[in-house]
């Protein structure tokens, strides 16, 4: 069972490196509350016309996305993908389980944790990435395209947050 969703305001003064890693972990508390208290039925629930998307897709991606910058892509780790998407683009928003939402939640956790230690054991911001799929970039780089990529997709939560069951905030 995930912990509780602690949301901490990001600092209004600080120096880079905290201002970055606050924002992202205000990002990821948010997407978590959005999923707060909701079934996995529910989680599963497409619930915004015109899109396919619900809360358990976007769960499921950002794990995957968690995985692909920081462990992947920035620490060259060796860690596996933390599951199988067949090769399918979409697979983490169209294959998905309701009865393992819980166990996507932890693992999302988990995935946060490791990102954290990751950004943690850098030197600093300038170090750049060791994977080789993509070109090289710093850790800056994948820090802010990370808080960009929560912020859109958290956008998305908030709709389909709301068409489920009428839940509104930030």
């Not at 978590?32 to 497409?46: I, M, V």
């Not at 998307?53 to 968690?66: I, N, Q, S």
């Not at 393992?100 to 850098?122: G, L, M, N, P």
Request: with cysteine.
């Amino acid at each position: 069972m995930p912990r509780e969703v602690v949301r901490l305001d990001p600092p209004l003064v600080s120096d880079e490196r905290s201002s970055l890693t606050a924002w992202l972990d205000y990002q990821r508390a948010t997407l978590l509350q959005k999923c707060d208290g909701l079934t996995g039925e529910q989680l599963a629930l497409a619930s915004v016309p015109t899109t396919n998307l619900t809360l358990l897709g976007l769960l499921r991606h950002m794990l995957l996305v968690e995985w692909w910058w920081f462990d992947h892509i920035f620490a060259g780790g060796l860690a596996p993908q933390p599951f199988d998407t067949h090769d399918d683009p979409e697979y983490e928003f169209t294959h998905l389980f309701p009865e393992e939402a819980e166990a996507v939640k932890v693992r999302f956790v988990e995935q946060c944790e490791r990102s954290s230690q990751i950004v943690t054991d850098a030197a600093n911001l300038s170090d750049v990435s060791e994977g080789t799929e993509r070109e090289t970039r710093d850790l800056r780089w994948i820090m802010v395209h990370m808080i960009e990529e929560y912020a859109r997709h958290n956008g998305h939560a908030d709709l389909i947050r709301e068409a489920i069951d009428g839940a509104v905030g930030d």
